[in-house]
Nanobody
Framework: QVQLVESGGGLVQAGDSLRLSCAAS????????MGWFRQPPGKERESVAV????????YYADSVKGRFIISRDNTKNTVYLQMSSLKPEDTAIYYC???????????????????WGQGTQVTVSS
């Protein structure tokens, strides 16, 4: 099992940047694919970015391509989401998720993940 704790959310203005972190417990972090998901107010949870075990393969939702970067540091058991050029439509609760996976696999659907953090609120004002 793995426990996930997100941090770094907050209230920012449009155009600002923000970095989210997700710290994972346990000694097998490098065996998990990691993902960032978000749930805007009144909407369903959606995929934002995913990264495979080594960090060599990533996926981004079209809505964040070119603005967000997902990365991981397996020595620190942490995955990051660097968000730039934030827009009001990026406002959501952001969740970190983990799933044990084959080396090159990076699942992109929320249903593919077994472990979730509690979420961190990101609010972007116009």
């Amino acid at each position: 099992q793995v426990q996930l704790v997100e941090s770094g959310g907050g209230l920012v203005q449009a155009g600002d940047s923000l970095r989210l972190s997700c710290a994972a417990s346990g000694r097998t972090f490098s065996s998990y694919a990691m993902g960032w998901f978000r749930q805007p107010p009144g909407k369903e949870r959606e995929s934002v970015a995913v990264i495979n075990r080594s960090g060599g393969s990533t996926y981004y939702a079209d809505s964040v391509k070119g603005r967000f970067i997902i990365s991981r540091d397996n020595t620190k058991n942490t995955v990051y989401l660097q968000m730039s050029s934030l827009k009001p439509e990026d406002t959501a609760i952001y969740y970190c998720a983990a799933q044990q996976a084959a080396p090159y696999y990076r699942p992109i659907r929320a249903n593919d993940y077994d472990y979730w953090g509690q979420g961190t609120q990101v609010t972007v004002s116009s």
